[in-house]
T-cell receptor
């Protein structure tokens, strides 16, 4: 199993550009989520999904869209990038919808918005 | 009050020391609790879940105090390899069936163990 994979590893955008951060898992996990991590701010939940076709907002959803058309994939779309979205983005997945399962994280995408 | 708050740190301790981290949470309905470890420029990884009765894994002991709404992590006999950021995480169930939850992390506490 590859686990949770994220692409790209690094990305530089100009203000106003759009892009999609890819996340995939091959563990048949129901629960997937996106976090951003900024210095001094910890991990903040952007969006999450408890299964295909179901998504919900986290703590900092503005400026980001998600969809979950398959169990395996959970892309994060930045509609119009802003410098405030410069961050490290982590995707995570968990076996089931119950809250006591371990979250497995991808290696992260380091995004810089100029 | 933030949903999850951690000791800000950083902690610098000598090898062999005992170090404790605390984390408080604001919502008394929170259901599940965890400690994650994150090495520099790496992804977080689960260190241990925290159970109501407390639990131990080698040199690591986690405890939960529901009445005071905090969790703790104790590391005994610190090793150089324990140097990392330690993140607490708290899950809040969002529906009565328990099938929708939100996992919130603290900001993390950086531990450096010195030789």
């Amino acid at each position: 199993n590859a686990g949770v994979t994220q692409t790209p590893k690094f990305q530089v955008l100009k203000t106003g550009q759009s892009m999609t951060l890819q996340c995939a898992q091959d563990m048949n996990h129901e629960y997937m989520s996106w976090y951003r991590q900024d210095p001094g701010m910890g991990l903040r939940l952007i969006h999450y999904s408890v299964g295909a076709g179901i998504t919900d907002q986290g703590e900092v959803p503005n400026g980001y869209n998600v969809s979950r058309s398959t169990t395996e994939d959970f892309p994060l779309r930045l509609l119009s990038a802003a410098p405030s979205q410069t961050s490290v983005y982590f995707c995570a997945s968990s076996y089931s919808r119950v809250s006591y399962n371990e979250q497995f994280f991808g290696p992260g995408t380091r995004l810089t918005v100029l | 009050r933030k949903e999850v708050e951690q000791d800000p740190g950083p902690f610098n301790v000598p090898e062999g020391a005992t170090v404790a981290f605390n984390c408080t949470y604001s919502n008394s309905a929170s259901q599940s609790f965890f400690w994650y470890r994150q090495d520099c420029r790496k992804e977080p990884k689960l260190l241990m879940s925290v159970y109501s009765s407390g639990n131990e894994d080698g040199r690591f002991t986690a405890q939960l105090n529901r009445a005071s709404q905090y969790i703790s992590l104790l590391i005994r006999d610190s090793k150089l390899s324990d140097s990392a950021t330690y993140l607490c995480a708290v899950a809040l169930i969002k529906n009565s069936g328990g099938s929708n939850y939100k996992l919130t992390f603290g900001k993390g506490t950086l531990l450096t163990v010195n030789p």
